[in-house]
């Protein structure tokens, strides 16, 4: 069965560094999304991402984020400068919405841990 | 935009008995509902989705949620709990009117513990 890939799967990084997380969506998908979820708390929506631009944007996603699909497989989420309060799982998703009777995949996350 | 309301952020219920988890909706547009399921470290899987088709959705491992549009609910419910259904459960809406690149928003969450 196809499947979201993403990693690292745990990546601990400095205050003020910038990490990068990586994911890989599913083949045939054209819609990438990514989410965050501070630990004990809901999943947030971060960013949508289609035909080599962003879609749409939360209020989380300011200018210290940027996302990019470098190659024909992965799609990327940089944080330029991390924060303590960016500690939490992110998500990659793919969809393909142009059928009604779909879903968004999930990768299993990256935990960032910023000290 | 969209938006979804779970009701109770913790839900116990024994061993073979019911599962009700609780979702309102707040949409102005059809909206596309989802329940997830997400096991302690890992991601999120589906448990079922409601795209208009049918107002009663059957998921996997036996759960089941009715689109109910004049109570603008999406709840969900196993007829008997089983122990491997102790996860964390979210409602889930797609953000805008369905199309494009449509993201989802998610309501907070429900811890379901099974008691033995």
């Known amino acids: 069965e196809p499947e979201v890939t993403q990693t690292p799967s745990h990546q601990v990084t400095q205050m003020g560094q910038e990490v990068i997380l990586r994911c890989v969506p599913i083949s045939n998908h054209l819609y990438f999304y990514w989410y965050r979820q501070i630990l004990g708390q809901k999943v947030e929506f971060l960013v949508s991402?289609?035909?080599?631009?962003?879609?749409?944007k939360s209020e989380i996603f300011d200018d210290q984020f940027s996302v990019e699909r470098p190659d024909g497989s992965n799609f990327t989420l940089k944080i330029r400068s991390t924060k303590l309060e960016d500690s939490a799982m992110y998500f990659c998703?793919?969809?393909?919405?142009?059928?009604?009777?779909?879903?968004?995949?999930f990768g299993q996350g990256t935990r960032l841990t910023v000290v | 935009a969209q938006s979804v309301t779970q009701l109770g952020s913790h839900v116990s219920v024994s061993e073979g008995a019911l599962v009700l988890l609780r979702c309102n909706y707040s949409?102005?547009?059809?909206?596309?509902l989802f329940w997830y399921v997400q096991y302690p470290n890992q991601g999120l899987q589906l448990l079922l989705k409601?795209?208009?088709?049918?107002?009663l959705v059957k998921g996997i491992n036996g759960f089941e949620a009715e689109f109910k549009k004049s109570e603008t609910s999406f709840h969900l419910t196993k007829p008997s709990a089983h122990m491997s259904d102790a996860a964390e459960y979210f409602c889930?809406?797609?953000?805008?009117?369905?199309?494009?690149?449509?993201?989802?928003?998610f309501g907070k969450g429900t811890h379901l513990i099974i008691q033995p």
């Open positions: 889930a809406v797609r953000r805008n009117s369905g199309g494009g690149a449509d993201g989802l928003t």
């Open positions: 998703a793919s969809s393909d919405w142009g059928a009604v009777n779909t879903e968004a995949f």
């Open positions: 991402f289609y035909n080599n631009e962003i879609s749409e």
């Open positions: 949409s102005s547009v059809p909206p596309y």
């Open positions: 409601y795209t208009s088709a049918a107002t």
